[in-house]
């Protein structure tokens, strides 16, 4: 969707102009089942996050298919200052497991990344 490609190339001008429009979903599913808050994530855009988590149409208790939630992205691509946003914004689930039964705690752990380890635990 349009809001998927603002939310993974980084277009700050033209997201904003997307969330502003009362009927975008914010938490409509890409054919992985990833929604651009995940993108943003991926990416790690904090200012891209930070829109997606002042609107209150944000769903984050949606997991986001085979990957897991937000969390695990920000884990899987070591982004921490994403995974610090969203763990000090408490709506995401710490222990939420992806496909293979790992929480973000598991891949931080995985991929020997000490700083995004600390903050899990």
Same mark, same amino acid.
């Given at each position: ?34 929604? =651009? %808050?995940?993108? &943003?994530?991926?990416? #790690?855009?904090?200012?891209?996050? !930070?829109?997606? @988590? $002042? +609107?209150? /149409? ?11 939630? =937000? %969390?695990?992205? &920000?884990?899987?691509? #070591?982004?921490?200052?994403?995974? !610090?946003?969203? @763990? $000090? +914004?408490? /709506? ?11 929480? =973000? %705690?598991?891949? &931080?752990?995985?991929? #020997? ?7 899990? @635990?």
């Amino acid at each position: 969707t349009p809001l998927h490609a603002a939310a993974d190339f980084g277009g700050e001008q033209l997201l904003k102009i997307l969330i502003a429009h009362p009927k975008i979903d914010l938490n409509v599913r890409d054919n992985l089942g990833q929604t =651009p %808050l995940f993108f &943003a994530v991926r990416l #790690g855009d904090c200012r891209l996050i !930070r829109f997606f @988590l $002042e +609107d209150n /149409r944000l769903d984050p208790s949606q997991h986001q298919g085979a990957l897991g939630n =937000p %969390l695990h992205a &920000a884990a899987e691509s #070591g982004r921490f200052p994403a995974l !610090r946003l969203l @763990l $000090e +914004d408490g /709506r995401f689930e710490v222990n939420a497991t992806d496909q293979d039964g790992d929480t =973000p %705690l598991h891949i &931080a752990i995985q991929k #020997g990344d000490r700083e995004d380890l600390v903050l899990l @635990l």
